[in-house]
């Protein structure tokens, strides 16, 4: 019964390792780092997407005060998958907490509910929203060497 159970063991273990990826079909990550400038000055809490066009998924990183970020695909910092990604950024305008009243408060209106006060500006060039016009990209190698990637935005 042991060799029989030890057999099935070993047989899906061998199944899994078949099929070219993780027990859990996640893609292998790689760590990238690196940081976001605009006008010359490290941008803080900006958004950087990868999307690799050949796995269809993205990676996302968010830099921190000091223009910083590390990319995550899966877990935090866990890195971005190998091959040929296209790049976004983007940074908003933090607008204040609103000082409506929420559900429950006396004065509160559902009909105004979730409405900003203002929409949020972008505050870096438009062209960097999107995959297409963004003129970002780079090939991330499977190993752990990757070099940092440092985007230089411009107007």
Not at 28 to 35: D, F, N, Q, R
Request: with cysteine; proline share 6%.
């Amino acid at each position: 019964m042991k060799r029989l159970s030890l057999a099935f063991g070993l047989l899906m273990l061998f199944m899994c390792l078949g099929c070219g990826g993780s027990v859990d079909g996640r893609l292998p990550t790689y760590k990238v780092a690196g940081t976001v400038k605009y006008k010359g000055k490290l941008l803080d809490n900006a958004d950087v997407i990868l999307q690799f066009a050949e796995h269809n998924k993205t990676s996302f990183g968010r830099t921190n005060s000091s223009g910083e970020f590390a990319l995550t695909t899966y877990e935090n910092a866990d890195g971005a998958l190998a091959g040929e990604a296209l790049i976004t950024v983007t940074k908003w305008e933090e607008l204040p907490a609103s000082t409506a009243p929420i559900a429950g408060q006396p004065g509160y209106d559902p009909s105004k509910a979730y409405v900003p006060e203002k929409a949020p500006k972008l505050l870096v060039p438009k062209k960097y929203s999107d995959f297409k016009t963004s003129g970002l990209k780079i090939v991330i190698d499977a190993n752990s060497k990757n070099p940092p990637l440092n985007l230089e935005l411009e107007d």
